[in-house]
């Protein structure tokens, strides 16, 4: 070949100097996501004793095919009816003669049901509608990280 073929910029693309940073930035913006899942989750959850909020816990940050995630997870055990309500129902006693309602023993209740706080999927929008601005400063310094490393090798300034 003759005449300029530029520059050699290859070493600002090789797994060398992108690797690092870039497995960094994604699991810090991993983190960062499942962070401001978890706070919006807990804000939106209903409180009658606080327990369900209580139990909201950020999963923590994971390998996934192509990347890093996270997240909020709830493990008390009526999580899930206040995530996506009940229909009405009868309650009766299973292994005892009454059940313990608000108003005394009684040997069965109905149940009026109740809609769904779906506070974790409220949560999983209000963040992807933000996720960008969240990672921004993980971006900001995998771009400089990014930078410093190829400046280590010759011939980039």
């Given at each position: 070949?003759?005449?300029?073929?530029?520059?050699?910029?290859?070493?600002?693309?090789?797994?060398?100097?992108?690797?690092?940073?870039?497995?960094?930035?994604?699991?810090?913006?991993?983190?960062?996501?499942?962070?401001?899942?978890?706070?919006?989750?807990?804000?939106?959850?209903?409180?009658?004793t606080g327990a369900v909020?209580?139990?909201?816990?950020?999963?923590?940050?994971?390998?996934?095919?192509?990347?890093?995630?996270?997240?909020?997870?709830?493990?008390?055990?009526?999580?899930?009816?206040?995530?996506?309500?009940?229909?009405?129902?009868?309650?009766?006693?299973?292994?005892?003669?009454?059940?313990?309602?608000?108003?005394?023993?009684?040997?069965?209740?109905?149940?009026?049901?109740?809609?769904?706080?779906?506070?974790?999927?409220?949560?999983?929008?209000?963040?992807?509608?933000?996720?960008?601005?969240?990672?921004?400063?993980?971006?900001?310094?995998?771009?400089?990280?990014?930078?410093?490393?190829?400046?280590?090798?010759?011939?980039?300034?």
């Open positions: 070949m003759s005449g300029y073929s530029g520059g050699d910029l290859r070493h600002l693309f090789s797994p060398g100097t992108t690797a690092e940073p870039t497995r960094d930035m994604l699991r810090g913006t991993a983190d960062a996501v499942g962070k401001l899942m978890t706070v919006r989750a807990t804000e939106m959850t209903p409180r009658r909020a209580r139990a909201m816990q950020q999963t923590p940050v994971h390998r996934v095919p192509n990347g890093y995630a996270s997240g909020v997870e709830n493990s008390h055990w009526r999580a899930g009816w206040v995530e996506h309500g009940v229909k009405p129902h009868d309650i009766e006693p299973e292994d005892k003669a009454a059940i313990i309602t608000p108003q005394g023993p009684r040997a069965g209740a109905k149940h009026p049901g109740h809609a769904g706080a779906h506070m974790v999927a409220r949560a999983v929008a209000e963040t992807d509608a933000v996720w960008p601005r969240v990672a921004e400063p993980h971006l900001s310094r995998w771009q400089q990280d990014i930078e410093a490393r190829a400046k280590t090798h010759r011939g980039i300034t």
